[in-house]
């Protein structure tokens, strides 16, 4: 049984009021007094025992990857194994017992241990509060410091949403006001139980717990702790929640990781966070195998800089309610729009020098933002209560005002993709599409300069866009609203550079088409509009959102072979081409959107209800977008869409007609209309109007629909044609819903 030197209520209180900064942890409990030493560890002032039935002893022996072992023993490497000698070396001070213990002195070899026995993640009462005082503690072989056993509050199975309270959790961690902490840890490799493959230890951080861990400041929130790792940096098992004080990370691989995956919280509610990460081969800033939450604080996070890894990552959202984040990175991953704080995601058309200094500033030139990055990056994600919707910022790198080609609702210029998969019309080409006088219309909140393309990609010229590179202009105008906050080919503003504009083209100006599953893309060819030097001009796959893929080349790298950096798995991907920014003579970004085996819209989701039908016709060549990259699935259906829509589904022969004073002839609609009229499915407004822009409401389309089924011998009712939920004005979604029952 675990001796009860502290009582819940006790704890409880300790921890809240390290959390809210009310009062010193030395001010509401008994501490013991731990000080560390290479030659003698005191507690209380005593020598510390060798016994194991103390509350605090010295002598068990530390766990680590011991060398020399064959693939029975664990999935370590040579690198990760270390000898019997080394690890007798390190002293083990280990804490048995619930309480406070305020920590100080120096361990040159050594790790402060916690375990309050196997039975205590289910004991409320097994809490250990470590008061860091000018702690310094270095472990070559394993984690300086590690909880083993304590109380856990949570389920590994519980999916809390991103949201966990840590005020009673067994690892409790504050950093005492004034104090300087350093630990310099290892890691262990995975050791099998014996006989099985089974883990029986891996333990990858320098500051480590198995269960959730809550790391607080004292009253003024001055402590320091410095993690500096050989492998990871701070690990938790399950949570981790930073709430105040000053943390500082540089790790060989992520600074901060949680690892039950689709379920770990890291929260970040106060305090300062600065983390290098990835200073070995990989590495991300910080890194949640389920959510990340940031609800207060200043963070400064960068990743490896010479792989796909990010300042900020993952797998499931992250939620930025609040504070000041600044994370550099090749790919950040991105968050969620359930923020509540505004946020911006910029990815650079190429790879941004060490030492560029990056500015935004608001229309009346106020700076939000001025940092100097320390590592070579792609892509920033930053956040701060300053940042404001519907307002216009300006970007800077090392003072040359930025632009950018695409955001969230896709490419504004310089490359359209997103056809449906090549082959669904017969030929191998996209089917050809909707060319209105203007668009139908265009998405809510769309940033000023950005115009929807017509359904099918063709614009007023008739010329089909989707399959060639457009010279549209980028924008410095960088605004945030509630569905915008991700802004990507960001480059030097042609306008201000001074450099010669070059554009690209690929596939001899056919772009990149979409594909389905198991379907590779085709990319053989990059053309430039100038003699740019292949080593000048770099190529950057991203998945949309960035998520799980980021592959980057110099064209001269790739050799020839530009499949090396397309992807194979489903989703949604931006392909971006540029001249590297330290070009003096060129400048110049080119995108393009594809999608393997799934839509290429940001607005259609897959739990959408719509989401099926529209895909089954987008897939066929019936109703493609209104864009590259977007369906608008509210907007309205006209009356000419509908008619055009209904022909392809039947694959008629279009016939032009006389019979309306408001069809244009040879437009995009008319013949559908001419076979329309001539099989008795619409006859206008009975004065000689067809009325192509009308909006169409559901009780016509019933009627158009009726018609539609006796022409085409279906035996489908209205009925199962048209669910409830379609009244009133019919949108596209609404259409997609009811064609789709028509395939």
Known sequence: MLKRTMSLMLVSILTMTSMLGIASASTTTKETVINLSDTAVTVDG????????????????????????????????????????????????????????????????????????????????????????????????????????????????????????????????????????????????????????????????????????????????????????????????????????????????????????????????????????????????????????????????????RSPDGGIDADSDIIINGGTVIALGTRNDASSSTSKQPFMELSFATTQAVGSTIKLTDEKGNELLNHKAEKKFQSVTFSSADLKLNTEYHLYVNGVEQQYTGNSFGMMGGGFGGNPPSGNNGQGTPPTGERPEKPEGTPPEMPDGMQAMPEGGFNPDGQNTTNTTVSGEGSTAFKITESVHSFSGISEASDNSGKTKVTFTVNDGAGIQSVASGVSVVFKGVTASAAVPESDIQLTVTDVPSENYSETYLLSDLKGDLSKIMPEEDGQYRLTIAVVSSNETYTGVSQWQFAIGVLPFTDVKLNDASYNAIKALYEKGIMIGTSSTQYSPNLPVTRATAITTLGRLLKIEQTETSSFNDVVKNSWYSGYVGWAVENGIVIGDGKGNFMPRANLTAEQMKLIITRYVELSGSNISLDDLFPNTITGTMTRADLATVLSKLL
């Open 46 to 305: 005593q020598k510390a025992s060798t016994s194991s039935s103390a509350a605090v002893y010295v002598g068990a022996s530390i766990v680590y990857y011991e060398d020399g072992h064959d693939s029975s023993y664990g999935e370590g490497t040579d690198s990760d194994g270390h000898s019997a000698e080394e690890a007798t070396e390190h002293t083990v001070v280990t804490i048995t017992e619930p309480g406070t213990y305020r920590v100080s002195g120096k361990l040159s070899k050594g790790q402060l241990a916690i375990d309050l026995g196997e039975d205590a993640a289910s004991d409320p009462t097994a809490v250990v509060t470590l008061i860091l005082d000018g702690a310094d503690i270095t472990s070559t072989v394993a984690p300086a410091v590690i909880f083993y056993n304590v109380y856990e509050p949570y389920s590994n199975t519980e999916d809390t949403k991103g949201t966990v309270d840590l005020s009673d959790a067994g690892a409790q961690v504050i950093l005492a006001d004034g104090s300087i902490n350093t630990v310099n840890g290892a890691y262990v490799a995975r050791i099998y139980k014996e006989g099985t493959t089974k883990k029986l230890h891996k333990y990858d951080g320098a500051f480590y717990s198995k269960m959730s861990m809550n790391i607080s400041g004292e009253a003024k929130g001055t402590g320091e702790l410095h993690i500096t790792a050989t492998n990871e940096g701070l690990d938790s098992e399950l949570h981790l929640a930073l709430n105040s004080g000053k943390v500082y990370i540089e790790s060989q691989d992520d600074g901060i990781n949680t690892n039950e995956d689709g379920i770990s919280v890291t929260s970040i509610n106060g305090g300062y966070l600065y983390v290098n990460a990835g200073l070995g081969a990989e590495g991300d800033g910080v890194d949640s195998n389920g959510y990340l939450t940031i609800n207060g604080g200043t963070i400064v996070t960068m990743a490896n800089d």
